[in-house]
């Protein structure tokens, strides 16, 4: 059983900075054609993603919400994913997720589109981000 929980939200003001952090379990080495990826979801919003990874050989794409201001990356050692945003605006306040599942191809573009959720079968309990003035 795969088990996600992130960590490193907060509160922060404009323009700052926080990184999050996720610890997976329960992922076996042999499941190298997996991909990671992080989502936010406002209230009222539907769940956006943000960015996503592929496990095996660390291939990333990025979304529109904060194409530019973040940096996914993992620790393939620790099974740890990360995800680094920097100017953070208060638009950007939200509940932040991690997800993970098998994705054969590697990550593509179609894991930035709206609806990339559906990708993901395992999922984190999130962690709050916000962002004042």
């Known amino acids: 059983q795969v088990r996600l929980m992130e960590s490193g939200g907060g509160s922060v003001q404009a323009g700052g900075s926080l990184k999050l952090t996720c610890a997976i379990s329960?992922?076996?080495?042999?499941?190298?054609?997996?991909?990671m990826a992080w989502f936010r979801e406002a209230p009222g919003k539907d769940r956006e993603p943000v960015a996503a990874?592929?496990?095996?050989?660390?291939?990333?794409v990025y979304a529109d919400a904060l194409k530019g201001r973040s940096t996914i990356s993992q620790d393939k050692a620790d099974y740890t994913l990360y995800l680094q945003m920097n100017s953070l605006k208060p638009e950007d306040t939200a509940m932040y997720y991690c997800a993970a599942d098998s994705c054969p191809g590697g990550v593509g573009s179609w894991y930035t589109g709206k609806g990339a959720a559906v990708l993901f079968g395992y999922w984190g309990q999130g962690t709050q981000v916000t962002v004042s003035l």
């Open positions: 990874i592929s496990f095996g050989d660390g291939s990333t």
């Open positions: 329960g992922y076996t080495r042999t499941r190298t054609n997996w991909c």
